[in-house]
């Protein structure tokens, strides 16, 4: 006998999967969940999604329409002088891969968090704001231990976290970051989400919130003001729909790159597939396949003269109804910046010099930023959910998705099996390869080569639920401490 769920939730994170598992508890559908989720991940994911940053979700309702809310970071209406910004460089370490970004006052665009997730309740939501805050309140208030993946990721991006006094107090103890096993509380941001779910975010766009930060912008080290958080509003997208082998994927498009990347990768996988990966000659003609598509994304790229980046979180969440949603979330490594009394850091994503075609500071004032944040539902022929799926992981996000869908579709390959089969991407010049895929060390076939001795939170984290014969299946990527959890 089938088990009946109420529904299914896959993420990054334990206390982000629990908050949407209470929504559904006290009869909430997906969207409620996904909302509680999202600011669930605000207190518990702070390295990679933050109230002060943005998110693309792509959703299928019960009675089958399907849609994307893009509620993502705007740049700045209007750019100023140079010479006072607050513009500072930081590398991240990978091992064999290495990053650099800005942080600092200049590197933040407005951010759409709030924005979105209200929207998403007043359009789709059963339930009161401040029950489905509730979880978030709870967590900033009480704490929560830090687990290995988070712990590694405070590391990294000491620096940042640690920038302001403020900062300090809630992600360092001893001189040093939060350990594996550390208790981190955020009172401030508890306050903060307990008076949203009260009062809304009209504070945090139109009143004190808004001012006080244009006020601290105003000596021009950062070029928000507060007509730009007046002005920012979500955008509902009808969102792109691709067609591949008797599949319907439904993902973001324009702004979000990733989008149409996917669908490209998926029509030329047919010539080489992805999942047979197992010989140097399959992988030397993949790697040259990515390479003209990473050509393509450069070019378009350098049109919209905007940023993409890499902390990114994803988590998957579908209801007994047929309710499916897909959040990717960002605040990219966060600008260091917190906003007085609300402990809440906003984003640097204005700041990947490295990907600005023109330069520092070479972005078009007033537009969405472009992405690679790609999340999907995937549709069968009878227009039923087949998959809810996407990823952290930057530029690497939907090349990371269509190696994933190659071997749900075309290698009939189990949710389990697919999420964890070894990857590889190409980026400026370097194949990178998770061992596994019988890559020959001694036999390079490209110029460039980066192994991974075992898989790495480098090529994101897919978490994912599969709808099949009535029964909803999650699968998280332990690659980001994925988890999931059925109602």
Same mark, same amino acid.
């Given at each position: 006998?089938?088990?009946?769920?109420?529904? =299914?939730?896959?993420?990054?994170?334990?206390? !982000?999967?629990?908050?949407?598992?209470?929504?559904?508890?006290?009869?909430?559908?997906?969207?409620?969940?996904?909302?509680?989720?999202?600011?669930?991940?605000?207190?518990?994911?702070?390295?990679?999604?933050?109230?002060?940053?943005?998110?693309?979700?792509?959703?299928?309702?019960?009675?089958?329409?399907?849609?994307?809310?893009?509620?993502?970071?705007?740049?700045?209406?209007?750019?100023?002088?140079?010479?006072?910004?607050?513009?500072?460089?930081?590398?991240?370490?990978?091992?064999?891969?290495?990053?650099?970004?800005?942080?600092?006052?200049?590197?933040?665009?407005?951010?759409?968090? *709030?924005?979105?997730?209200?929207?998403?309740?007043?359009?789709?939501?059963? *339930?009161?704001?401040?029950?489905?805050?509730?979880?978030?309140?709870?967590?900033?208030?009480?704490?929560?231990?830090?687990?290995?993946?988070?712990?590694?990721? *405070?590391?990294?991006?000491?620096?940042?976290?640690?920038?302001?006094?403020?900062?300090?107090? %809630?992600?360092?103890?001893?001189?040093?970051?939060?350990?594996?096993?550390?208790?981190?509380?955020?009172?401030?941001?508890?306050?903060?989400?307990?008076?949203?779910?009260?009062?809304?975010?009209?504070?945090?766009?139109?009143?004190?919130?808004?001012?006080?930060?244009?006020?601290?912008?105003?000596?021009?080290?950062?070029?928000?003001?507060?007509?730009?958080?007046?002005?920012?509003?979500?955008?509902?997208?009808?969102?792109?729909?691709?067609?591949?082998?008797?599949?319907?994927?439904?993902?973001? =498009?324009?702004?979000?790159?990733?989008?149409?990347?996917?669908?490209?990768?998926?029509?030329?996988?047919?010539?080489?597939?992805?999942?047979?990966?197992?010989?140097?000659?399959?992988?030397?003609?993949?790697?040259?396949?990515?390479?003209?598509?990473?050509?393509?994304?450069?070019?378009?790229?350098?049109?919209?003269?905007?940023?993409?980046?890499?902390?990114?979180?994803?988590?998957?969440?579908?209801?007994?109804?047929?309710?499916?949603?897909?959040? =990717?979330?960002?605040?990219?490594?966060?600008?260091?910046?917190?906003?007085?009394? !609300?402990?809440?850091?906003?984003?640097?994503?204005?700041?990947?010099?490295?990907?600005?075609?023109?330069?520092?500071?070479?972005?078009?004032?007033?537009?969405?930023?472009?992405?690679?944040?790609?999340? =999907?539902?995937?549709?069968?022929?009878?227009?039923?959910?087949?998959?809810?799926?996407?990823?952290?992981?930057?530029?690497?996000?939907?090349?990371?998705?269509?190696?994933?869908?190659?071997?749900?579709?075309?290698?009939?390959?189990?949710?389990?099996?697919?999420?964890?089969?070894?990857?590889?991407?190409?980026?400026?010049?370097?194949?990178?390869?998770?061992?596994?895929?019988?890559?020959?060390?001694?036999?390079?076939?490209?110029?460039?080569?980066?192994?991974?001795?075992?898989?790495?939170?480098?090529?994101?984290?897919?978490?994912?639920?599969?709808?099949?014969?009535?029964?909803? %299946?999650?699968?998280?990527?332990?690659?980001?401490?994925?988890?999931?959890?059925?109602?």
């Amino acid at each position: 006998m089938i088990k009946k769920t109420k529904g =299914t939730i896959a993420s990054g994170n334990p206390y !982000t999967a629990e908050a949407a598992a209470i929504m559904l508890r006290e009869g909430g559908n997906a969207f409620d969940a996904a909302v509680a989720a999202l600011f669930a991940a605000t207190v518990c994911e702070p390295a990679a999604v933050s109230i002060g940053g943005g998110a693309f979700m792509t959703a299928t309702t019960a009675d089958k329409q399907d849609f994307v809310l893009d509620f993502f970071c705007q740049t700045p209406g209007k750019k100023i002088p140079f010479k006072d910004l607050e513009d500072l460089l930081f590398e991240v370490d990978f091992g064999p891969a290495q990053e650099s970004y800005r942080y600092g006052k200049a590197s933040i665009a407005v951010p759409g968090v *709030l924005a979105g997730a209200f929207e998403m309740i007043e359009r789709w939501g059963s *339930l009161p704001m401040d029950l489905i805050v509730a979880p978030a309140v709870s967590y900033a208030r009480e704490g929560y231990p830090v687990g290995k993946f988070m712990a590694n990721y *405070l590391r990294f991006l000491d620096p940042i976290l640690s920038k302001q006094q403020s900062g300090r107090d %809630i992600y360092r103890q001893k001189d040093q970051s939060l350990p594996e096993g550390a208790t981190l509380r955020n009172g401030a941001l508890a306050d903060f989400i307990q008076f949203l779910g009260k009062d809304g975010c009209d504070e945090f766009y139109r009143g004190e919130i808004a001012s006080k930060i244009a006020e601290d912008f105003m000596d021009g080290s950062g070029f928000l003001t507060r007509r730009d958080f007046e002005k920012y509003e979500p955008i509902l997208q009808k969102g792109s729909s691709i067609y591949y082998q008797q599949h319907e994927v439904i993902t973001p =498009t324009i702004p979000s790159f990733g989008g149409m990347l996917l669908g490209k990768e998926l029509e030329a996988s047919l010539e080489a597939p992805m999942y047979r990966m197992r010989k140097k000659e399959e992988l030397h003609k993949i790697a040259h396949r990515y390479h003209d598509l990473l050509e393509e994304r450069e070019q378009a790229l350098a049109k919209w003269h905007a940023a993409k980046w890499s902390g990114t979180t994803h988590f998957s969440v579908m209801d007994e109804h047929g309710n499916a949603v897909a959040i =990717t979330g960002s605040n990219g490594e966060g600008s260091g910046y917190m906003i007085p009394g !609300t402990g809440v850091m906003l984003n640097n994503m204005l700041g990947e010099p490295s990907l600005l075609p023109a330069g520092d500071h070479s972005w078009k004032e007033n537009i969405r930023l472009a992405s690679m944040m790609a999340p =999907t539902i995937v549709k069968d022929d009878r227009n039923e959910v087949r998959f809810v799926l996407g990823s952290g992981g930057a530029s690497r996000i939907p090349f990371i998705l269509a190696q994933v869908l190659h071997h749900l579709i075309d290698d009939k390959r189990s949710l389990e099996e697919a999420i964890m089969a070894p990857r590889m991407h190409l980026e400026n010049d370097t194949i990178h390869i998770e061992l596994g895929l019988e890559a020959d060390k001694e036999g390079a076939y490209w110029e460039k080569m980066a192994f991974f001795e075992e898989p790495s939170f480098f090529f994101g984290g897919v978490h994912a639920i599969e709808q099949r014969k009535g029964r909803l %299946i999650g699968f998280a990527d332990p690659r980001r401490d994925g988890v999931v959890v059925e109602v």
